[in-house]
C-alpha cells in the first residue's frame, strides 16, 4: 500500500510520485510505501496552512477550538489499540509501549483542549492616562519536524500544544515513523478540524524536513532528534527569522547515593534504559552510583539486565529491536570501542529464539567502570546501553554530572532531604527527579533542555507559551 500526505483534508500523493519503503524493525522487511515529498509538495502543505490560519481555523472563537480538541482526544481514545499496533509494527516498539503512548497523545489532546480558553494576557501597571495590555498571538504557521522514536508522543506535546494556541500545522514525520501520524491526521479531520489546520507531509530529513525548515511560509519550527540535525535546522530557521524549540537529547545521569532505597531504584534504573530499546531522549545512560554500594547495586542490576526479554515488537517483550540498520550499526561502534578500553561487560540481556536474523536487535547491555571522559559517558548512544560510572562525595557526583554538553534529565536517588535539594539546584538539567524518574510521562510537566541539549520548552503550560507571540498594546486615553 501506498500513503499520501494529507494536506487540506485530502489524501494527496507527491507530486513527482516518488515513494520511500516503510519497513518493520522487527523482521527488516519493507511492507508499504509512503510519499517522498519535495519543495512542491511542502509548498502546497504550507499554502494549505495558511488558507487555514486566515481562514475558518483562525477565526475560530477559543472555547471552539477548545471542544475540537477534546473531541480529538476521545477519537485518539477510541482507536488507541488500533494506532499502538500500527505504532509498534512501525517502529518496532514493544505493543505496551505503544499503547502507553496512543494514550499518551489523547492525554495530550485533552490537556491543552482543557488550556485553549485559559491562556491569559495581563494588564500592566502604568500611568493613569494609558492603558497597557498584552495579548498571547499564535505564530500563525508552525512546522513541526518528529522523530522516529516517539511520533504519537512527540506529536501530542508539540502539534497539541501548538493547534490549542490557534496555529495551522505542518507535520514532517521521521522517515522511518510516518504511519501513525497519516492516521492521527485523518482521525483529526474526521471530527472536524477544518482542513488545512492539520497538515502531514511525509519524506526524508534532508529533503522535505530541510525543505519545510526552510519555508519562509513557516513562522515557527519545532525539532526533536539530534544535535546535528537540529542545528541545520536552526540555521534553515534563520534566514527567515523563524524561532525554533530545539529538543536534542541528552545523557542524562542517575544519581545513586549509598542511603538511597535501592529496591525502589531498580527496576527504574533498568526500564529508564530499556524503555523503547533506551531510544528515548531522556533514557536515563549514565548511572552514578557512590562507591559504597557500587559491586552490590551493579551485581543487582546485572540480574535484572539479564532477566531482560529482547524479541519482536508483536510479542511484547521487554526489549524491541532498533529503528533501523543504521541506529544499530551505530550502537554496535559504541560497544565495539567499550572492549578496547577498561569498560567491563557487567551483564548482557538474551535475544529471543522467535527474533528474526534480519530484525535490527541489541538485547540491553550494562557497562562498569566507565570512564567519565569516554565516548560512552560522553555521547548519546541511544540504544540499550548503561554507562556505569562510580563517584566518592557528593560534590565528585555533581561534578560528574554536569560533565557533558547535555542537560535534559537527571534522576537522584537519596533518603537525605537536604542532599536531595542540594542536588536538585546543582545539576545542570531541564527536569529533576528525587526518587522517581520520568514521572510516569508528565503531560504537565515542563521539559526541554540546556547546552547542547536544546531550548525552549514543551509539555505542561509552558508549552502554549512557545507556540504564541506577545503582543503589547498600550492606549493612551487621558485620564477624568
Ligand atoms: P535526525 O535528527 O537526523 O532525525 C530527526 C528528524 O529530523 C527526522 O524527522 C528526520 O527526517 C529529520 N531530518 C533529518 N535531516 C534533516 C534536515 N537536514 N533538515 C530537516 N530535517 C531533517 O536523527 P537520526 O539520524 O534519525 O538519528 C541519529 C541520532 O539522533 C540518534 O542516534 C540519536 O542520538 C539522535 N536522535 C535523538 C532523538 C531525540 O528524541 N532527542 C530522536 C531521534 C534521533
Ligand atoms: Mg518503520
Not at 279 to 296: E, H, K, M, N, P
Request: with cysteine.
Amino acid at each position: 500500500m501506498i500513503h499520501k500526505n494529507f494536506i487540506g483534508n485530502q489524501w494527496v500523493g507527491a507530486a513527482a510520485g516518488e515513494t520511500v519503503p516503510v519497513v518493520d524493525p522487527s523482521n527488516g522487511q519493507a511492507y508499504a510505501e509512503i510519499a517522498r515529498s519535495r519543495r512542491v509538495d511542502i509548498d502546497a502543505a504550507v499554502s494549505a496552512a495558511r488558507a487555514a490560519y486566515a481562514g475558518a481555523w483562525g477565526r475560530m472563537a477559543p472555547a471552539a477550538r477548545s471542544r475540537l480538541l477534546w473531541r480529538i482526544a476521545a477519537a485518539l481514545l477510541d482507536r488507541g489499540d488500533e494506532l499502538a499496533r500500527i505504532e509498534s509494527r512501525d517502529t518496532g516498539k514493544p505493543l505496551r509501549q505503544a499503547k502507553a503512548d496512543a494514550a499518551a497523545v489523547a492525554r495530550y489532546f485533552e490537556f491543552y483542549a482543557g488550556a485553549v480558553d485559559k491562556l491569559h494576557g495581563e494588564t500592566i501597571p502604568y500611568p493613569r492616562d494609558f492603558t497597557v495590555f498584552t495579548v498571547r498571538e499564535p505564530h500563525g504557521v508552525t512546522g513541526h519536524i518528529i522523530p522516529w522514536n516517539y511520533p504519537l508522543q512527540i506529536f501530542g506535546r508539540s502539534v497539541g500544544a501548538a493547534l490549542a494556541a490557534g496555529n495551522a500545522c505542518v507535520v514532517k514525520p521521521a522517515e522511518d515513523a510516518c504511519l501513525s501520524l497519516l492516521e492521527l491526521a485523518e482521525i483529526a479531520a474526521g471530527v472536524g478540524l477544518p482542513e488545512g489546520a492539520l497538515n502531514v507531509c511525509t519524506g526524508l530529513g534532508p529533503e522535505a524536513g530541510a525543505d519545510l525548515a526552510a519555508h519562509p511560509g513557516i513562522d515557527h519550527i519545532s525539532f526533536t532528534g539530534s544535535p546535528t540535525t537540529g542545528r541545520a535546522v536552526a540555521q534553515a530557521a534563520a534566514a527567515h527569522f523563524a524561532p525554533v524549540t530545539l529538543e536534542l537529547g541528552g545523557k542524562s545521569p542517575q544519581i545513586v547515593f549509598s542511603d538511597a532505597d535501592i529496591d525502589a531504584a531498580l527496576p527504574v534504573l533498568l526500564g529508564a534504559i530499556v524503555q523503547n530499546a533506551g531510544q528515548t531522549c531522556s533514557a536515563g545512560s549514565r548511572l552514578l552510583v557512590q562507591r559504597a554500594i557500587y559491586s552490590d547495586l551493579l551485581g543487582r542490576l546485572g540480574e535484572l539486565f539479564e532477566a531482560t526479554r529482547t524479541g519482536p515488537a508483536s510479542d511484547d517483550p521487554d526489549c524491541g529491536p532498533l529503528i533501523n540498520a543504521r541506529q544499530l550499526a551505530r550502537v554496535r561502534r559504541f560497544l565495539e570501542e567499550a572492549e578496547e578500553s577498561p569498560i567491563t561487560v557487567v551483564a548482557q540481556g538474551k535475544l529471543d529464539n522467535s527474533a528474526p536474523a534480519a530484525g535490527f536487535y541489541q538485547p540491553p547491555v550494562l557497562l562498569g567502570n566507565v570512564p567519565p571522559a569516554h565516548r560512552l559517558a560522553q555521547e548519546e548512544v541511544f540504544g540499550p546501553v548503561l554507562a556505569a560510572i562510580p563517584f566518592e562525595t557528593e560534590a565528585g557526583a555533581i561534578a560528574i554530572a554536569n560533565a557533558t554538553p547535555f542537560g535534559l534529565v537527571a534522576g537522584i536517588w537519596t533518603q537525605d532531604g537536604g542532599r536531595q535539594m542540594r542536588l536538585a539546584r546543582a545539576v545542570r538539567a531541564g527536569q529533576v527527579f528525587v526518587n522517581n524518574y520520568g514521572a510516569g510521562g508528565g503531560v504537565e510537566l515542563p521539559f526541554g533542555g540546556t547546552g547542547h541539549s536544546g531550548f525552549g520548552r514543551e509539555k505542561g503550560f509552558e508549552a502554549m507559551y512557545g507556540f504564541t507571540t506577545l503582543k503589547t498594546v498600550a492606549i493612551r486615553h487621558g485620564s477624568s
